[in-house]
């Protein structure tokens, strides 16, 4: 059968990428597509030996064309040859110099990779000039751009490698003012980051004005793709949270609670964090190596610690044993529940309402009358509170990618950043209801509960 051709609402925006080989431009184009089967990367220079082509869509309209294309490998003789050229030649544009120049390509057999990274350039709208800012500025640079610049097309330079080398950026972003080149771009591009991409499709728009409108429906569809991924994720995470919060083991009293419970309990943590972390990491397509760069304390898909590990409440600045059992081992997560109200809890409640004896004694009470009733073993809500403060940072560092190194300062605020105010409420809220445990229902409360932690995780910087 023949395969249907998709009529596009645009024509495509021809963008070349190009640049010093190795600079990570075939990376760049996978981290775009997200698709890590695009091309060829190695360590190794001149990995691309062809021009690769490529297209970015919102629905079924092409929006961007990107052409793959080998490195320069010896621009200074390139620029050599072609100034010979210039004089051989009548006064000509810069342009008709490089038309020339691929007219007798065959004389020139050591730029055969040049020559397709001119020809490529001369037939796009627009040169993404991929830079490794680790390197110093040296000639072989200087020339590349000049060569490039004589195409006549807006370039764009994107610099990679930025994550600590911001001295480096700093006089690659001044070197390339000195070629007029003051719009430029921040992107390593190994990592994909939607910011940053966003940010690469609005420079776009300002060097191609007449493609704006195009340019701006593929921003507003990833835009949406973005919120929807945040917001799958979200969920996720309540509902694991809802997991363990529901859980309840029954068990006699305090002095009835075995080994075998407690590790029955957090095994069953355990697992609900290790299910949700996977489904975190595939709804953000991370791979291993956006694992590795973005230093996440994750090893095969699992969480390095443990998350009954001691100390591991501290790094989330949680005071464990506020509201573990008392008698019990501090920081085993485990709780009672008694007539739906974790002892826990109830004590912390008591505090919080700061009406001291007079509160303790209310709750007294109310346990006692409950206490005739069962007794369940249940996860305390400092374990709870840690899931989430560990989600938390996690959904972070699965949506700000590319950016560990140059924000580790924003990143250990994030892990001490309080716990929303409202926070114990919906946990208390949540307890009440162990039918939930395991299913996703469409119940209004459960929707309501689910809507506030939302809110907390997608506003994630404002969240208090
Ligand atoms: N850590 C890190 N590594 C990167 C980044 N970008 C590229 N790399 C690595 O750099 C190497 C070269 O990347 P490529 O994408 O193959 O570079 P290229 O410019 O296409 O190279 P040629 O095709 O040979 O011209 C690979 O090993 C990449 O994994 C980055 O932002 N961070
Ligand atoms: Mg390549």
């Known amino acids: ?71 320069f490998e010896d621009s200074s003789a390139l620029l050599q040859v072609l100034e010979d050229l210039s004089k051989s030649l009548q006064a000509r544009l810069p342009v008709d110099l490089l038309r020339a120049f691929i007219a007798q390509a065959d004389d020139f057999p050591d730029f055969v990779q ?32 000049e060569i490039l610049s004589k195409a006549g097309k807006p370039i764009l330079p994107v610099f990679n490698f930025i994550a600590g080398n911001s001295a480096a950026l700093k006089r690659w972003r001044e070197q390339m003012a000195q070629f007029n080149l003051h719009a430029a771009l921040e992107f390593d591009t190994v990592a994909f980051d939607f910011e940053a991409e966003k940010r690469l499709y609005q420079k776009l728009q300002s060097l ?11 921003i507003d569809s990833r835009q949406k793709i973005w919120s929807s991924l945040n917001q799958a994720a979200a969920r996720r995470i309540f509902q694991m949270l809802t997991d363990v919060a529901c859980y309840r083991r029954e068990v006699q009293d305090k002095s009835g609670i075995t080994q075998t419970d407690v590790a029955a309990m957090q095994d069953y943590v355990r697992e609900a964090e290790q299910h949700a972390l996977q489904d975190l990491l595939t ?119 590319g950016h560990a190194a140059q924000n580790s300062l924003q990143l250990a605020s994030n892990i001490k950043r309080p716990l929303p105010k409202q ?23 459960y929707q309501k509960l689910q809507q506030q932690m939302l809110d907390w995780l997608t506003n994630d910087e404002n969240a208090s």
């Open 208 to 218: 191609i004005e007449d493609r704006y409108d195009a340019l701006q429906a593929l």
């Open 114 to 145: 040049e020559t397709k990274v001119l020809r490529q350039s001369l037939n796009s709208d627009v040169l993404l000039y991929v830079i490794d800012v680790r390197e110093p500025f040296l000639g072989k640079y200087r020339d590349e751009v």
């Open 423 to 445: 926070w114990h409420k919906l946990i208390k809220e949540l307890r009440q209801h162990p039918e939930w445990l395991g299913t996703l229902t469409t119940d209004a409360e």
């Open 1 to 71: 059968m023949a395969k249907t051709k998709r009529t596009s609402r645009y024509r495509p925006i021809k963008v070349a990428v190009v640049g010093h080989t190795n600079a990570g431009k075939t990376s760049l184009i996978r981290t775009l597509l997200r698709d890590d089967r695009f091309g060829d990367i190695d360590d190794a220079a001149g990995t691309t030996r062809y021009i690769e082509k490529s297209g970015i869509y919102t629905g079924d309209d092409e929006v961007l064309n990107l052409f793959d294309t080998p490195g």
């Open 283 to 401: 709804i953000f397509a991370f791979t291993q190596v956006d694992v590795d760069l973005q230093q996440l304390p994750v090893r095969d898909g699992k969480w390095e610690l443990d998350i009954f590990s001691p100390g591991m409440f501290k790094t989330f600045g949680l005071n464990a044993g506020a509201t573990a059992l008392k008698g019990a081992a501090a920081g085993a997560g485990i709780d009672l529940m008694v007539g739906g109200l974790s002892l826990g809890a109830a004590t912390m409640l008591g505090a919080a309402l700061g009406a001291g004896w007079a509160a303790a004694r209310r709750y007294q009470q109310e346990l006692k009358a409950a206490w005739r009733g069962h007794v369940w073993l249940c996860v305390d809500d400092t374990t709870i509170s840690l899931l989430y403060l560990r989600q938390r940072k996690l959904l972070h560092d699965l949506t700000r990618r």
